[in-house]
């Protein structure tokens, strides 16, 4: 008989011996690991970019603009020129839109908004719309000390569809009327 040998397991690059999430949640407060596709190192990359104090941000939009998370829509005549990325690196920022590009085949909540936003947006929005969004989870989860909720998605997302179902009704009830 053949004795079943466990492989031994390949340390990753930048991988530690031991877990960090305790001592995120020490230095933290909250545990950023649980949001889904956000690990270790992006945390300690994150947290090493950015640091712990979320109030030198007025919102998290200026905190999303500061990490480089939205679009440079140049507007002229009342029409969009262009919009295109600022070209400036910020580390955190790319920390994010790495993670969010690994929610594509994600079963979570924050996964089917990655699916419904690369249809609508194409790849390269999806990842930056997500990423938009996971520096929103992570702004409000340090600036308040609140844990990471995947229920508070779920309910949205219930509320569009009831919403769009809504809407679909009525504009059939209106084509009804007009036929």
């Known amino acids: 008989m053949k004795k079943t040998q466990k492989k031994k397991s390949k340390a990753k690059k930048n991988q530690f011996d031991f877990p960090l999430s305790s001592y995120?949640?020490?230095l933290t407060g909250v545990d950023l690991c649980k949001i889904?596709?956000?690990n270790e190192i992006t945390v300690l990359e994150f947290i090493s970019?950015?640091?712990l104090d979320m109030s030198k941000w007025k919102s998290y939009k200026q905190f999303d603009a500061w990490l480089n998370l939205v679009s440079n829509t140049k507007i002229t005549g009342g029409k969009i020129v262009s919009s295109k990325m600022i070209k400036?690196?910020?580390k955190a920022g790319q920390c994010l839109r790495q993670a969010a590009s690994c929610l594509s085949c994600s079963k979570t909540p924050l996964g089917d908004y990655y699916r419904k936003m690369r249809g609508r947006l194409g790849g390269k929005g999806a990842?930056?719309?997500t990423a938009h969004k996971l520096a929103k989870i992570i702004y409000t989860m340090l600036l308040n000390k609140?844990?990471?909720n995947p229920e508070i998605l779920i309910d949205n997302e219930q509320k569009n569809?009831?919403?769009?179902i809504k809407n679909?009704?009525?504009q059939l009830s209106r084509l009804k009327k007009a036929a």
Do not use: D, H, R
Request: charged fraction near 40%; hydrophobic fraction near 30%.
């Open 127 to 129: 990842t930056l719309a």
């Open 161 to 164: 569809k009831e919403q769009k």
């Open 88 to 90: 400036k690196k910020n």
């Open 36 to 38: 889904p596709s956000i």
């Open 168 to 170: 679909l009704e009525k």
């Open 24 to 26: 995120f949640i020490e």
């Open 49 to 51: 970019e950015v640091g």
């Open 146 to 148: 609140t844990e990471y």
